[in-house]
């Protein structure tokens, strides 16, 4: 039969467990982000252009006849430039390269920032195709960012290309 | 530098254990049965898991509904269930850790405890999976920063195609499946750690699989008042689009996100591999030389089995003896040997009263074979002067017995108390001490498992080899104390002399004992 000392502290060393696990599952809270931050994130998954070629009518009929494809592409795919821009500055910029061992898998991004909430003039540059020069996809807009708030920027040529959501 | 970090931690654990001896006593001491004690809390959630997953709808807003409405409307049975549920892995994941702490600062990991040591490393990883898995499927706002916490990370790794993290981009990127595979995972992975805990455990006889029935219920009544007090709640159903904001976070598993947000994915998995790997390599840095395992003596062992029966480790099994026909022999696989001495003290032929000038045992250890033991006694209670002479037997691996050495003691150190065959503390009466003193690691301390305890049944002649009933009780002392309790084992012996000096003359004695010598091996 334990002694009512052992009694009371096996309570005690009990309590002191159950209120460690207690505390530590719950406490301290803890902040990801500050009160006034919003988060912008920067993902897409893209396949990047390539440049085909039209079959001419003799390279065609040497072909078997389940092969005449009228274009021919190359496997590798382009890299995709990509550029960020807030109020007029640069905050990202990258070329983002082909996944998989023969570059022919898409291009991806995932990136996330963050900035103090307000408004802001966001702009999205993208090439999809680098042997020609310049961006063929720009999204640009005025965007309000509340705390906590995520803008995504995303692509899909479903949806016309870059958006913001 | 090293062996001085273990060896403090190792004094650290011990000085706890001693103070929670103090109210739990061995068997109920919760620091001395910490793999038993983690297993319960396994069973706990798996109990408490199984409910759990019968009432959960696995669609997007159903998760987040069907646990909510455990806590709601269903508090008293649902709701606890819940909570007991995220504070037993809370206790499962402190005391795997402290579990790992102690027989790493204790030195069990190299050697014949390598196999046990090298299996428990994945488990740990099993552990936080499963963990963290089990967070998301809450689909609260915790649920929300771990998964997208956790796919960041993975991000880091070069296996994904696309950054896995883009599954939880927006509100509308993830679909009723996610929930469905998510809980396969966090039922698989836990099957996958019960398998890894059977192997884990393998390579050890009488495995403590639960914790003594106190220790249970107390532990039990702790997590369920836990429960009631502080009930597990969801937080704010998850919203992509929002950053959550203050979360109440589950440090004991969920602290890798934190650690990821103020480092960075880099340093968190070299941190987290660098850990891994020096768990693995550990066995194989500098440490202590392999000590001599068993050796079966064919001419001594008549097969009994006792040595089989009560090896720790499984070290010892039985075999056809090679040169009796329809007779057994104990055999003794060197890898699994821990070098303890325990088969040494079960032979029935390791006793001091057999005639041989040289004591040959059935099963014996050549760094401290049984003869020496005799020869030492023998040599000791010769020399032995004073009122009250006194032998002291000890282990190796508790306090240093050698200390105690003087004109009128005789200390004698075994491998491990469960070394001694209980004939020796009769014969050592029998021979001239006035008394016997056998010291061995506390209750659930012992460093080979089960070397005190079955010292402690062979005495009272639960266990054999028994002690003879002709062996007078009070003139025998057992004295569990742990390696840093020299002093408390000082005051014991004092004790002990100051009161068989006190009742000498109504003290009875066995019969007097000489060995007759003869030169038959």
Not at chain 1, 80 to 103: C, N, W, Y
Not at chain 2, 403 to 431: H, K, N, Q, V
Request: aromatic fraction near 10%.
């Amino acid at each position: 039969m334990p002694k009512p000392a052992a009694i009371v502290g096996q309570i005690v060393l009990y309590g002191a467990f159950a209120a460690f696990i207690g505390y530590f599952a719950t406490s301290p809270v803890y902040r990801q982000i500050g009160d006034d931050v919003a988060l912008i994130k920067l993902s897409m998954s893209h396949l990047g252009g390539r440049e085909c070629r039209k079959r001419s009518a003799d390279e065609l009929a040497k072909l078997p006849p389940n092969m005449r494809a009228p274009l021919e592409c190359p496997r590798e795919r382009s890299d995709i430039r990509l550029q960020l821009e807030l109020d007029g500055k640069p905050m990202f910029e990258a070329v983002m390269h082909p996944t998989g061992l023969s570059k022919d898998g898409v291009s991806t991004v995932y990136k996330r920032f963050e900035v103090k909430a307000g408004s802001y003039r966001i702009a999205v540059k993208m090439n999809d195709n680098l042997v020609n020069p310049g961006f063929n996809y720009i999204k640009e807009a005025q965007v309000t960012l509340k705390p906590a708030q995520v803008l995504v920027i995303d692509f899909n040529p479903d949806k016309g290309g870059l958006f913001f959501q | 530098m090293y062996a001085s970090l273990r060896g403090n931690a190792q004094t650290l654990f011990e000085r706890s254990e001693i103070f929670f001896d103090a109210f739990f006593g061995g068997t109920d001491n919760p620091l001395r049965h910490l793999g038993a004690l983690g297993l319960y809390f396994l069973w706990l959630l798996v109990a408490s898991g199984l409910y759990l997953y019968a009432v959960l709808d696995t669609s997007i807003d159903g998760v987040y509904r069907s646990i909510g409405h455990l806590s709601q409307q269903q508090w008293y049975l649902g709701g606890i269930l819940r909570s007991l549920h995220r504070y037993a892995s809370d206790a499962f994941v402190l005391v795997m850790m402290l579990h790992l702490l102690r027989e790493w600062a204790c030195g069990r990991y190299y050697g014949f405890r390598l196999y046990s040591w090298i299996t428990g490393v994945p488990l740990i990883w099993f552990a936080y999976i499963s963990g963290i898995g089990g967070y998301w499927i809450v689909w609260d706002r915790v649920a929300q920063y771990s998964a997208i916490a956790t796919t960041e990370l993975l991000d880091w790794l070069p296996f994904f195609n696309e950054p896995t993290a883009r599954n939880f981009l927006a509100p509308d990127s993830i679909n009723d499946r996610f929930f469905t595979i998510l809980v396969f995972i966090h039922i698989g992975i836990p099957l996958m750690l019960i398998l890894g805990l059977w192997a884990h455990v393998n390579r050890i006889s009488r495995v403590d699989y639960l914790p003594s029935r106190n220790l249970m219920l107390g532990t039990l009544a702790s997590l369920l008042a836990l429960a009631a007090i502080q009930p597990a709640l969801s937080q704010a159903p998850a919203n992509l689009s929002l950053v959550p904001a203050a979360l109440p976070l589950d440090w004991f598993i969920l602290f890798i996100h934190p650690l990821t947000d103020v480092t960075s994915p880099a340093a968190v998995w070299a941190l987290i591999f660098g850990a891994t790997l020096l768990l693995f390599v550990l066995p194989w840095l500098p440490r202590p030389k392999a000590q001599p395992v068993a050796l079966v003596d064919a001419a001594n062992c008549n097969g009994c089995g006792r040595c089989h029966a009560d090896c720790p480790y499984e070290a010892v099994t039985m075999a056809g003896h090679p040169d009796k026909p329809g007779h057994r022999i104990a055999v003794v696989d060197p890898g699994l040997c821990a070098a303890c001495g325990i088969c040494a003290g079960s032979c029935p032929s390791s006793t001091p009263f057999r005639s041989q000038e040289r004591l040959v045992t059935g099963i014996d250890m050549p760094q401290q074979p049984v003869d020496a033991v005799r020869r030492q006694l023998e040599a000791r209670l010769a020399g032995l002067g004073g009122t009250t002479k006194l032998v002291v037997f000890g282990c190796e691996r508790g306090v240093d017995v050698r200390s105690l050495d003087a004109a009128d003691t005789a200390a004698i150190s075994l491998l491990c108390t469960g070394m001694l065959p209980p004939s020796f503390i009769e014969y050592a009466l029998r021979s001239g001490a006035d008394g016997v003193v056998v010291t061995g690691c506390r209750d659930g301390g012992c460093d080979f498992r089960l070397g005190m305890q079955w010292t402690q049944e062979r005495l009272d002649h639960r266990r054999e080899p028994h002690l003879r009933e002709l062996v007078p009780q009070d003139r025998l002392r057992l004295v569990p104390a742990s390696r840093s309790e020299s002093r408390q084992l000082l005051v014991a012996v004092t004790e002990f002399r100051t009161e068989l000096e006190t009742r000498m003359a109504a003290s009875r004695r066995p019969p007097t004992y000489s060995r007759r010598k003869n030169h038959h091996a």
